[in-house]
Structure formats: C-alpha cells, structure tokens
C-alpha cells in the first residue's frame, strides 16, 4: 500500500510562496492519482488540487486557481504543490492524498490513502 509523507510547510507572509512536497512510498505510484486537500480550523476539508495518474490531468479548487500548481514526478514517486501569492485564508493544515482510481477527482470519497498533513500558516 501507497503511504504518503508531506512536507514543505511553514509560516509565511502574504505574497509569499510556499511549495509542499508529498513523498510516496510503493512502486505503483504512477498510477494512483493525487490529490491536496486542506483543512482550517473549524471548517470542513476542502478541495485544493489534483493530478491524474499519467496524462496529467489537473483540477483545482476555485480559492486558489491561477494560484497553485500541482505536479507529479513520478519517477521520484512525488508530488508537488506550489503555492503563490499566499493569503491569510490559505492558513491550514495540507494533506495529500492517493486515489487508486486515478483521475484527478475533487471528492474525498475518491482517494484511499492519505498523509498525516502540513501545516501552513500565512500571516496579514
């Protein structure tokens, strides 16, 4: 089974730019599709990209499109958020996570495993 360990976060400022790694163990990571989610306190996990398992396909959640980027080395069994232009409201923790299914989908439901998150914090 795919285990994930994130990393990259940290406090920054506003304007900053930030980019999370998740490492996967496994020799089957290409073809599970990976996803960043997000949670703040007091509020739900939310949706912040995904990258299908080959072809690339990305989503990203409306907050942070033009934003973010996701991408996958898969050949290092690793994928990446990099995040620009940090806001007070990108305060959470980041967790990755890994879909056998995949394609790149938005739904938690769609994605088995998952790390045990980063914490990134962005201050005014």
């Known amino acids: 089974q795919v285990q994930l360990v994130e990393s990259g976060g940290g406090l920054v400022q506003a304007g900053d730019s930030l980019r999370l790694a998740c490492a996967a163990s496994g020799r089957t990571f290409s073809s599970y599709a990976m996803g960043w989610f997000r949670q703040a306190p007091g509020k739900e996990r939310e949706f912040v990209a995904a990258?299908?398992?080959?072809?690339?396909?990305?989503k990203y959640g409306d907050s942070v499109k033009g934003r973010f980027t996701i991408s996958r080395d898969n050949a290092k069994n690793t994928v990446y958020l990099q995040m620009n232009s940090l806001k007070p409201e990108d305060t959470a923790v980041y967790y990755c996570?890994?879909?056998?299914?995949?394609?790149?989908?938005?739904?938690?439901?769609?994605?088995?495993?998952w790390g045990q998150g980063t914490q990134v914090t962005v201050s005014s």
């Open positions: 990258i299908s398992g080959v072809g690339g396909v990305t």
């Open positions: 996570a890994a879909g056998r299914a995949a394609w790149a989908s938005y739904l938690p439901r769609d994605y088995e495993r």
